[in-house]
């Protein structure tokens, strides 16, 4: 890939995570949800790779099964050397503290009957990795971090708003340290002008941590702005992985470029100009996907060739994956 | 002036909580002229839904309660109409698409049979009549199959499809105004192009005026002739469209833009982020609602709140301050 000499965090092989699905008196298994269907991917430690698709696309549940949040049908998942499907109990729990995950809805994902205290301090508690006075202080210093007055510490998460929901997610997922954060549409609940204050916290904590992300939103424009690498995820499989600056100038798969053709840009001149590729259709259902490759139904340039085969996804340009048979 | 659809003058309107009483829209006044699209643009709570349903008389009263103002559609005071005559304009006169397809379609009735009671209640048509009509809405809005697909129930539809119909359920019966909050703002970015597309067709075709509601200022920047910003219940910016792109004069707006990253963006710089929160208003604001986020904020802010004042042709801003200076605009 383009940087040889960064070191790859975490390893993604061949993951599939498929959804059984059950049905009459004998809940039977009659098929499969396949929410993610073999994907690869490697995260260098210090970025932040930007994983973007459609609702269904897969993009959440990669998130998940990667944290052992479910567990994958196939595939393996190395992360710091270890293949995080085979650890069990105690092995599993220590490398939890290593990955955290940041939640899209900052309304469901604290605790109402909680204080803040207690929602950031729980994981240090949990992990027992610090008692007592000490919790206290953490908290505090954490709140601080993420720019929230520490003297908020005793309030419950109603009192605040959106944003500052978000900031207590975001110290809690701090507060064990971690070296892997995986985002998942952290800011899609906030408003505009929010959703840049927390981004922008983002950043810093990155900085400050050397933390790696792994960004998983629908908005291209916000993931072109935070990530180094960028995946485009359709119908469970990852379409083209790439450098985010070449993903943006030069698409190559279909999809990518049709889904970078239909963000609105907030410029009436630049709007009017550019050419766009409006898909018709909608995204078929994963419990039965399309054979060969699972863009064919709505690709504006699909051939017999896409029917019969699964398309590859392979290296076409250094650090340059791409899952087209169409692409040279 | 026969060219101006909707003349809507110092609209309050106000909703009594357990907290007190919350000022939502607090002296509104825009226009709307024939063929026209107006965007108007606004974070949550802003009050740009409350004002659009205020009025159309849609806000629950009480709590909700409509203060002062006027609504002239065709010079006739839509809130000063019976509840019967209203009835008539809404969905009649004046069509309406909500943000989430789902709740808005009534999920034991069949598409079909949704599509034709408009079109018997308002315009007066023969079951036969309706059903005809029906089929040819849901093509139009690009539906396939349509005559089939008008027997199926609204969770056999895919979002975009459903909100497809509630476009077509708008447009049954010919109205002079499409009023959309939100439209696309639950719709994946493939499906919102499809969507946002077919309404400038559609617009086109039948020549309507249209408010369109968002928070997105990309989608504006494509689909609006002029666009107004709202904040803390005002109008705080008024321009057309490509002056407010490249003028933005309100620290809001400014700060607004500022704030989103753009798919054409060159270098990687962090975002210009607008410090705090929207207010809630229990009282009606009597300084600048912006000013405890503003960076321009000089004393006058704070006691006084600004009226809109043209700064260029048809661009209004209710600001004290001259952002382009920094100094007090004179």
């Known amino acids: ?328 | 002036m026969p060219d101006l659809l909707l003349d809507v003058q110092g609209l309050e309107t106000t909703f009594k909580t357990p907290d007190g009483v919350v000022h939502a829209v607090n002296g509104v006044s825009f226009t709307l002229k024939e063929g026209e699209t107006l965007g108007v643009v606004g974070e949550s709570g802003c009050g740009k839904s409350v004002t659009m349903h205020s009025m159309l008389r849609l806000i629950p009263t009480p709590p909700g309660k409509i203060v002062a103002g006027k609504a002239l559609f065709f010079g006739q005071d839509l809130l000063k109409m019976t509840t019967e005559e209203i009835r008539h304009v809404r969905g009649g006169q004046i069509g309406m698409i909500f943000q989430d397809p789902m709740t808005s379609l009534n999920p034991v009735l069949t598409i079909g049979k949704q599509l034709e009671e408009p079109l018997m209640l308002h315009v007066g048509m023969s079951k036969k009549q309706a059903q005809e009509r029906a089929a040819e809405l849901l093509a139009m809005v690009g539906i396939p199959n349509a005559k089939d697909r008008l027997k199926d129930y609204p969770h056999q539809y895919s979002g975009g499809m459903r909100q497809r119909v509630m476009i077509a359920m708008a447009l049954s019966c010919s109205p002079q105004i499409l009023i959309a909050d939100e439209p696309t703002t639950a719709l994946d970015v493939t499906i919102q192009a499809q969507i946002t597309d077919l309404v400038k067709r559609l617009r086109d075709e039948i020549g309507m005026s249209i408010i369109w509601i968002t928070h997105d200022l990309g989608v504006v920047a494509g689909l609006a002739h002029r666009v107004v910003v709202m904040y803390g219940g005002f109008i705080i910016e008024e321009s057309p469209v490509k002056e407010l792109y490249a003028n933005p004069t309100h620290p809001y707006t400014i700060g607004l833009l500022g704030s989103l990253p753009r798919v054409d963006e060159k270098e990687r710089s962090r975002l210009f982020s607008i410090e705090g929160a929207p207010p809630v208003l229990y009282n009606k604001p009597t300084a600048c609602p912006f000013a405890p986020r503003c960076k321009w904020a000089m004393e006058r802010c704070w006691n006084e709140n600004p009226m809109l004042e043209p700064v260029a042709p048809e661009h209004r801003v209710a600001c004290w301050v001259d952002t382009k200076t920094g100094r007090p605009r004179s």
């Not at chain 1, 009459?24 to 949800?33: L, T």
């Not at chain 1, 220590?94 to 994902?109: G, T, V």
């Not at chain 1, 005793?154 to 064990?176: C, D, I, K, M, N």
């Open chain 1, 1 to 328: 890939m383009s940087n040889n000499n960064a070191e790859i965090l975490l390893k993604v092989e061949d993951l599939k995570m498929h959804f059984p699905i059950y049905r009459g008196v004998f809940q039977r298994q009659v098929g499969a949800v396949r929410a993610v269907d073999g994907i690869s991917f490697d995260v260098y430690r210090g970025e932040t790779l930007g994983l973007v698709g459609e609702s269904g696309c897969g993009k959440s549940t990669t998130g998940r099964t990667i944290l052992q949040l479910y567990k994958p049908t196939d595939g393996q998942i190395h992360f710091e050397g270890a293949d995080l499907v085979t650890l069990h109990g105690e092995e599993m729990r220590r490398m939890r503290r290593k990955m955290q995950m940041i939640f899209q809805d900052p309304y469901a994902s604290l605790n109402p009957r909680m204080t803040v205290e207690q929602i950031v301090g729980e994981p240090l508690m949990v992990h027992n990795v610090a008692t007592g006075k000490e919790i206290e202080e953490r908290v505090k210093h954490l709140l601080e971090l993420v720019g929230l007055n520490p003297a908020f510490s005793t309030r419950y998460p109603h009192e605040f708003s959106g944003g500052q929901r978000q900031r207590v997610g975001v110290a809690r997922a701090l507060a064990l340290q971690p070296s892997f954060i995986i985002c998942d549409e952290p800011i899609s609940a906030l408003d505009v002008s929010i959703q840049a204050q927390v981004v922008n916290l983002l950043e810093e904590l990155q900085e400050q941590f050397n933390l790696t992300y792994l960004f998983i939103a629908h908005d291209l424009s916000m993931v072109r702005h935070i990530s180094k690498r960028v995946a485009v995820m359709y119908l469970g499989v990852i379409v083209e992985l790439t450098d985010r600056d070449e993903l943006y100038s030069s698409p190559l798969h279909p999809y990518t470029q049709a889904l970078l053709s239909a963000v609105p840009i907030p410029d009436p001149l630049l709007d009017a100009q550019r050419k766009r590729t409006i898909l018709e259709g909608d995204v078929p259902s994963p419990a039965n996907p399309p054979s060969g490759c699972r863009f064919r139904t709505r690709c504006p340039i699909a051939q017999s060739l896409c029917a019969e085969s699964r398309p590859e996804f392979r290296e076409v340009k250094p650090g340059h994956f791409v899952a087209c048979h169409l692409v040279k």
